[in-house]
């Protein structure tokens, strides 16, 4: 069974930054390496939000509109982990931020298809970030 834990949450001023990591636990990196992961966030009262995402295979990377630019995302295959460096955060960037994993894709993903969180079958818990003004 795979295991997602997020860490690297917390409480910034805008225009700040923080890295999240998700390290997954319960499947090698090499199962892992032909993989989509996304980043995805829910802010309250809004919907779940797909914001980055890469193949670990290819390293294709996909960012939303609201983060390009200011967000990055990456994978340590060593250490099983993926990552989300935030740069240049602002207020309406607080939400809980989620980590997924897809195992059942088989193929490629169009740029949409990968930040459609209902695509990923596998979530960790989450960690809230809060961005103040």
């Known amino acids: 069974q795979l295991r997602l834990v997020e860490s690297g949450g917390g409480s910034v001023l805008a225009g700040g930054s923080l890295r999240l990591s998700c390290a997954a636990s319960?499947?090698?990196?090499?199962?892992?390496?032909?993989?989509?992961m996304g980043w995805f966030r829910q802010a309250p009262g809004k919907e779940r939000e797909g914001i980055a995402a890469?193949?670990?295979?290819?390293?294709?990377?996909y960012y939303s509109d609201s983060v390009k630019g200011r967000f990055t995302i990456s994978r340590d295959a060593a250490n099983n982990t993926l990552y989300l460096q935030m740069d240049n955060l602002h207020p309406e960037d607080t939400a809980m931020y989620s980590c997924?994993?897809?195992?059942?894709?088989?193929?490629?993903?169009?740029?949409?298809?990968?930040?459609?969180?209902?695509?990923?079958?596998?979530w960790g818990q989450g960690t809230q970030v809060t961005v103040y003004s």
């Open positions: 890469m193949h670990s295979g290819t390293g294709a990377t």
């Open positions: 319960g499947y090698s990196s090499e199962t892992l390496s032909r993989n989509y």
């Open positions: 997924a994993v897809e195992l059942r894709w088989g193929g490629s993903m169009s740029p949409t298809q990968a930040l459609r969180h209902r695509l990923y079958n596998y």
